[in-house]
């Protein structure tokens, strides 16, 4: 049994007899009523061009297996690409972190040797002003001693 075309659903509307009777008019099959017989092998020449309507559409079928074949291959080196290029960002963060990170510790050892050279100066310029001021003091002590030597000659 022949079903209608197209199928019945709520996008078909209601069909009426006579337009059944046009749609098998377009029926133009060898075996169809309505095609009469083709002189000096009019069925071959159909039954090539089936052929050769099949053997273009398994030709079809197999260039577009081929294209979505190289389209997957391709996606997927793209997205071996995207991953590489991310690892490799990722590489250079981690680097640049890296890097600031030593340059921040070296930052750091530079200003406790700073702090200490300038304690260092301190010590050695209080040293100094203590020698300073004993010098001072002896200076002193021998003066008043002098002084009381010469005072009593």
């Keep these: 049994m022949e079903q209608p075309w197209p199928p019945p659903g709520p996008w078909s509307f209601p069909r009426t007899d006579g337009e059944a009777e046009e ?9 169809s009523p309505h095609c009469p017989p083709v002189p000096g092998g009019g069925a071959q020449m159909y039954s090539d061009g089936i052929e050769l309507a099949c053997q273009k559409q398994k030709e079809f079928v197999k260039s577009s297996v081929a294209c979505k074949w190289n389209l997957a291959e391709a996606q997927q080196k793209l997205g071996s690409l995207a991953l590489h290029n991310s690892e490799s960002l990722d590489q ?57 030597k010469s005072d009593i000659l």
Excluded: F
């Design 92 to 148: 250079e963060h981690a680097k640049a972190q890296t890097a600031v990170s030593e340059l921040r510790q070296r930052e750091e050892e530079w200003r406790q040797k700073e702090e200490a050279l300038v304690q260092r100066e301190r010590i050695v310029l209080l040293i100094k002003i203590k020698e300073k001021q004993k010098m001072k003091i002896n200076h002193n002590h021998l003066c008043r001693n002098m002084s009381k």
């Design 23 to 31: 749609e098998s008019d377009l029926d133009v099959s060898p075996s």
